[in-house]
């Protein structure tokens, strides 16, 4: 199963407002990450955990907040975005051993930021 | 610092072509690893092939092919008699790193568009 979930698929909020996407993997991998993606750009990365431990903070605004509870899920809270946060919100994991390997990517969160 | 170049943005073709997407990167270590990603339009990033800087061997999955030559920097890949499911945006990646700490750094993304 190289299935990644995340939930929901579409998101709309108000620059006040908190809410969280969520994302789930269980095929025992142990890197998660989150990217952002613009419309006809590439995924940026955001954050990357590795065991559960954040490695990888791409100086990412503290309006988001990652979080990973345990080894399959991985969350990220949002508190006060502005509109330019808009875009499709990314989850992937990978294996971590003598990688890098290849990363399994959900289908994305469309977030709108009203 | 490593770049990934994918000249080509836009691409068309009529079903049951051939096509090549280009890719060509940068990077000043002897270890890395090249990666393919296909992105539909439903937005999920598929995982396509893994290749590492020591196989330059080139590499077949049905109508799908990679021709990777370091001599040149590139790693193209074409797709045989181009079905219209094929339409999609079509993202190379590099990663220089191991392990969790990997980062991925995409190209700009070809966008394909296979005609009935």
């Known amino acids: 199963d190289t299935e990644v979930t995340q939930t929901p698929k579409h998101l709309v909020m108000g620059m006040t407002n908190k809410k969280s996407l969520k994302c789930e993997q269980h095929?025992?991998?142990?890197?998660m990450y989150w990217y952002k993606q613009k419309a006809k750009k590439p995924p940026e990365l955001m954050f990357v955990y590795s065991y559960e431990k954040l490695s990888i903070n791409e100086s990412v605004p503290s309006r988001f907040s990652p979080e990973c509870p345990n080894s399959s899920l991985l969350n990220l809270h949002l508190h006060a975005l502005q509109p330019e946060d808009s875009a499709l919100y990314l989850c992937a994991s990978s294996q971590v051993i003598a990688g890098p390997y290849e990363q399994y990517f959900g289908p994305g969160t469309r977030l709108t930021v009203t | 610092a490593q770049k990934v170049t994918q000249a080509q943005t836009e691409i068309s073709v009529v079903e049951k072509e051939d096509v090549t997407l280009d890719c060509v990167y940068e990077?000043?270590?002897?270890?890395?690893?090249l990666f393919w990603y296909k992105q539909p339009p439903s937005g999920e990033l598929v995982f396509l092939i893994r290749?590492?800087?020591?196989?330059?061997q080139n590499e077949i999955s049905g109508r799908y092919s990679w021709n990777f030559q370091k001599s040149t920097s590139s790693f193209n890949f074409t797709i045989t008699a181009s079905q219209v499911v094929d339409s999609a945006v079509y993202f190379c990646?590099?990663?220089?790193?191991?392990?969790?700490?990997?980062?991925?750094?995409f190209g700009k993304g070809i966008t394909l568009s296979v005609r009935p």
């Open positions: 990077t000043r270590d002897t270890t890395y690893y």
């Open positions: 290749r590492n800087s020591f196989d330059e």
């Open positions: 990646a590099l990663s220089e790193d191991t392990g969790a700490n990997s980062k991925l750094t």
């Open positions: 095929m025992g991998h142990r890197a």
